[in-house]
């Protein structure tokens, strides 16, 4: 079994960084894709960046030059650098893993970023 953990959540003030990780454990397993997703209170989930194995990246328009997300293959772990947050960035973020070859994807618990106003 695979499992992701993610750390790295918390209060921020509007201007503020955080950085998320996403760390696979359990079984050895290769990752294609690794993505992050939001999902604020009321609205569905939305992703907002993804980092290919090969390290092509792809982001919301809405975090475009303020967030960077990056993986490091050795240790099956994916970051998401936050930087000039919004208050609008306020959501659970939630990473996913693509499993290479298989296909299955596995969901973190979840990470709660609020950036006050």
């Known amino acids: 079994q695979v499992q992701l953990v993610e750390s790295g959540g918390g209060l921020v003030q509007a201007g503020g960084s955080l950085t998320l990780s996403c760390a696979a454990s359990?079984?050895?397993?290769?990752?294609?894709?690794m993505s992050w997703y939001r999902q604020a209170p009321g609205k569905q989930r939305d992703l907002v960046a993804s980092?290919?194995?090969?390290?092509?990246?792809n982001y919301a328009d809405s975090v475009k030059g303020r967030f960077t997300i990056s993986r490091d293959n050795a240790k099956n772990t994916a970051y998401l650098q936050m930087n000039s947050l919004k208050p609008e960035d306020t959501a659970v973020y939630y990473c996913?893993?693509?499993?290479?070859?298989?296909?299955?994807?596995?969901w973190g618990q979840g990470t709660q970023v609020t950036v006050s106003g």
């Open positions: 359990g079984r050895a397993v290769s990752i294609n894709a």
């Open positions: 996913n893993f693509v499993e290479l070859w298989v296909g299955k994807d596995y």
């Open positions: 980092i290919t194995r090969g390290g092509y990246t």
